[in-house]
T-cell receptor, first 116, second 115 residues
Framework: EAQVTQNPRYLITVTGKKLTVTCSQN?????MSWYRQDPGLGLRQIYY???????DKGDVPEGYKVSRKEKRNFPLILESPSPNQTSLYFC???????????????FGPGTRLTVL | GENVEQHPSTLSVQEGDSAVIKCTYS??????FPWYKQELGKGPQLIID?????GEKKDQRIAVTLNKTAKHFSLHITETQPEDSAVYFC??????????????FGTGTQLKVEL
């Protein structure tokens, strides 16, 4: 089954404790992206990757890191989480990611993160 | 950058009635407008999309209209059913702003279909 998977689905942590949220897709997609969803703000892009070893900042990158060593995986790293990073996080992927691309984006099931 | 406004934030309709959700965008260079449905505990899922060279698109009970002059687009759901209850997001893609296949999302509409 074609899908985007995220782990963990739920995470409660404390301020300053490094964490990683994994994202994996099995559709051989080039483009992957991370969004955060907050009430009243919709989804906002954190980071994106057009292909392996190519990553760039989205609209709200502060406090996050990413890496794209393999095509299928795109982990989101919070080196020192803070309470304002409490949110619902979604990973998404699409077939291509060029500037002109309008390929359908497929979203994972989400990771609900709480930072105390 | 692009800004997408979405209204209403909540919408309650009776089963069988129609539902309309409206979005406006700020940048006239935006060229692609998808709509996503998010059910409880799941990620957003594409339900319909429209490109800037088309004024209307329909898929069974769902239709989307685009007015480029006014920079607004709308989602129409006819003969609503309880399974239509979900949060709906509109989005816009602007190839001039870079970011690859980046979407700017509206703030979402919670649709509730009552029996």
């Amino acid at each position: 089954e074609a899908q985007v998977t995220q782990n963990p689905r739920y995470l409660i942590t404390v301020t300053g404790k490094k964490l990683t949220v994994t994202c994996s897709q099995n559709m051989n997609h080039e483009y992957m992206s991370w969004y955060r969803q907050d009430p009243g703000l919709g989804l906002r892009q954190i980071y994106y990757s057009m292909n392996v070893e190519v990553t760039d900042k989205g609209d709200v990158p502060e406090g996050y890191k990413v890496s794209r060593k393999e095509k299928r995986n795109f982990p989101l790293i919070l080196e020192s989480p803070s309470p304002n990073q409490t949110s619902l996080y979604f990973c998404a992927s699409s077939k291509t990611g060029t500037t002109f691309s309008t390929d359908t984006q497929y979203f994972g099931p989400g990771t609900r993160l709480t930072v105390l | 950058g692009e800004n997408v406004e979405q209204h209403p934030s909540t919408l309650s309709v009776q089963e069988g009635d129609s539902a309309v959700i409206k979005c406006t965008y700020s940048d006239s260079a935006s060229n692609y407008f998808p709509w996503y449905k998010q059910e409880l505990g799941k990620g957003p899922q594409l339900i319909i999309d429209i490109r800037s060279n088309v004024g209307e698109k329909k898929d069974q009970r769902i239709a989307v209209t685009l007015n480029k002059t006014a920079k607004h687009f709308s989602l129409h759901i006819t003969e609503t059913q309880p399974e239509d209850s979900a949060v709906y997001f509109c989005a816009a893609h602007n190839w001039l702003t870079g970011g690859g296949n980046k979407l700017t999302f509206g703030t979402g509409t919670q649709l509730k279909v009552e029996l």
